[in-house]
């Protein structure tokens, strides 16, 4: 059998929200297997939503969504067998881990995904003590999600995830609302995720992310299409695009008695 | 970090494709129950929508159109003739026009709860046990006539033209009712309808509380359909119905906390923003010219109703 180099793509995707709302329009992309892909756009580009579909938890209105081949529709997601075959591949972290969290306790959030899966108990619980270990988490193996701080439900939604083992995971601007110790932390997990194989793939507007990264990135505008594909550095470089679809803006500040103005992204391009 | 990745997440899983397949997944209950719920969210954006057209209705000061409410409802109650209450529908669907909303939509509704609360309800009264008079079509006929407490059966029972008037006329009413309140409804922003209530002196306390709730309904709709995904997002099977109530009474205690965590919130920040012991909402500016012209016009209309 010939290996899939390209494990999920996006076929002229559309979708609108409420069959009113647009929030992709003819969105065309690949990912490849193994890769650290950025999805970034300003706020209401349709990144989200992008990753949903991928996630086959909304479905497009037009066109279509493969993944190893097989097309991710609603219909197809009602059979029994490719719905376990689905959901065990592609893992997502919503931005908010409030909605994702519904367990009595941290450990049987850890243990929901791999039960699903049907593995046994020993092996569920092994995989829930491994990741338990590698996020930080022994001793919060009993509290209720409630008693969580923010860094910490993040961290749990994330184990929740991988303890199913998936081989692409979906993070939701993963950074968002995260103190600088757990942002550089949650940086460092996806690199190592990364590095073991895992196909990752963020939305984001922070480009700091992307720049650390050095993924491959898709840029949303703001009329929901596709603007640009390239690598991080490519894109990065980029300041009129990045100034086209809003993710960096001039800005005028002053020195003593002079007014300045320069291009503005609270990262990259604070120069003067 | 690298060396602390557990090695079963190094495995990859198998196969590579999925086996043949093994039946279908039925959609659960619960998940019907959620994807209405997200109905609101449509409903509500449709409405919004719908309210912010150009049209005729959309373009008066909410308050006319209140006025316009209470008085035509008051005017569809007191007159007395098919004719007249046909003559209002009329000149309603030619406001529902020129407010530019969707006639099929709108007027579905309408006949709809039209035929749930104005047909079905009045249609025994056509039957002559019920209102006396000359009978046009007969049904059944009884050997003898019965009492029955207050009823009279009498031996040829069948439909009357009083009574056919009435149900005609009891449908037109409701028809009628509902044409006028749902067009106030569809072509002002909900937010301004409450708004406009103070033209009734009703306290501004009031009104915040019902425009937070409102808002309220739309944030909890959102947060629940949210945690339906994050649900489906790690399941790889069918629920049942036991899991899905289980799961459903855990949400439930999730969206009280989080429900008294907003108030909570909420109250301190108006607090921040200068709250007492009232709320102080603006005062909304007065109608302009064309607000009184409309408002005229409907006012003559009215009177022209009333008239006929």
């Known amino acids: 059998m010939k290996p899939i180099s390209e494990i999920i793509k996006i076929d002229q995707v559309s979708y609108r929200y409420h069959g009113r709302i647009p929030a992709l329009d003819n969105v065309s992309l690949s990912i490849r297997q193994g890769a650290m892909f950025s999805v970034i756009g300003s706020n209401g ?21 493969l993944f190893r081949d097989h097309e991710v529709s609603e219909n197809a997601l009602r059979d029994r067998t490719f719905l376990k075959f689905f959901r065990e591949r592609v893992g997502f972290v919503f931005q908010d881990p409030d909605v994702q969290l519904f367990c009595p306790t941290v450990l049987d959030e850890l243990l929901y995904g ?32 409630y008693m969580l701080s923010g860094g910490e439900k993040k961290r749990v939604a994330i184990g929740a995830v991988l303890t199913m083992n998936p081989e692409v995971l979906l993070f939701d601007e993963p950074t968002s609302g995260l103190d600088p110790k757990t942002q550089v932390f949650l940086l460092e997990l996806l690199l190592a995720l990364n590095e073991a ?48 679809v809003n993710l960096i803006h001039e800005h005028v500040h002053y020195h003593g008695q002079t007014a300045h103005t320069h291009i503005h992204s609270h990262y990259l391009f604070h120069k003067h | ?21 093994s039946g279908r997944i039925r959609t659960s209950f619960v998940t019907k129950g959620i994807e209405t719920i997200s109905s609101v969210l449509r409903t509500g954006f449709i409405q919004w929508e719908t309210a912010s057209k150009r049209g005729f209705f959309q373009g008066i000061d909410t308050r006319v159109k209140v006025l316009f409410l209470v008085f035509f409802i008051v005017i569809v109650s007191l007159k007395k003739t098919i004719f007249s209450e046909t003559a209002m529908a009329f000149f309603f669907l030619g406001l529902a026009l020129a407010s530019r909303l969707d006639l099929i939509k709108h007027y579905g509704k309408i006949l709809a709860l039209t035929f749930a609360f104005g047909f079905l309800p009045a249609v025994p009264s056509v039957l002559n046990i019920f209102t006396p008079g000359d009978v046009i079509f007969s049904v059944f006929h009884l050997e003898k006539g019965h009492l029955l407490g207050p009823l009279v059966i ?62 309220y309904i739309f944030i909890f709709a959102r947060t629940v359909f949210d945690m339906h995904l994050a649900k489906k997002s790690r399941m790889t099977g069918a629920e049942s119905d036991r899991e899905a109530r289980q799961w459903v009474s855990g949400r439930m205690a999730f969206m009280f906390r989080k429900s008294q965590q907003q108030c909570e919130e909420v109250f301190r ?24 012209m409309a408002g005229l016009g409907l006012f003559l209309s009215g009177i022209l109703f009333l008239m006929i």
């Open chain 1, 197 to 244: 194989g895992k196909t990752i793939v963020i939305s984001t507007h922070d480009l700091s992310l992307v720049d650390e990264l050095q993924s491959q990135v898709a840029v949303l505008s703001e009329e929901h299409r596709i603007e640009k594909i390239g690598s991080a550095e490519e894109i990065l470089k980029d300041e009129d695009l990045l100034l086209k």
């Open chain 1, 45 to 65: 580009s349709g990144k989200s939503t992008l990753l949903q579909i991928i996630s086959g938890l909304i479905h497009p209105e037009r066109g279509a969504v």
């Open chain 2, 154 to 215: 009498p031996r040829e029972i069948g439909l009357t033209d009083e009574g056919l008037r009435r149900v005609v006329m009891i449908s037109l009413r409701v028809m009628n009712s509902l044409s006028i309140s749902l067009l106030v409804f569809a072509s002002t922003p909900f937010i301004e309808f409450i708004r406009a209530l103070k033209v009734f002196r009703v306290p501004d306390v009031f009104l915040m509380t019902i425009t937070l709730a409102y808002k």
């Open chain 2, 1 to 21: 970090m690298q060396e602390r990745i557990p090695s079963f997440l190094t495995r990859k899983p198998q196969p590579d494709s999925p086996e043949r397949a």
């Open chain 2, 269 to 292: 920040a108006m607090t921040a923003r200068g709250l007492s012991d009232t709320v102080k909402l603006r005062r909304i500016p007065l109608p302009v010219t064309k607000d009184w």
């Open chain 1, 114 to 145: 791999p039960l699903q899966l049907d593995l046994d108990e020993k092996e569920a619980l092994s995989r829930a003590e491994e990741v338990m270990v590698m996020l930080h988490m022994e001793d919060l193996k009993n509290r209720p999600s």
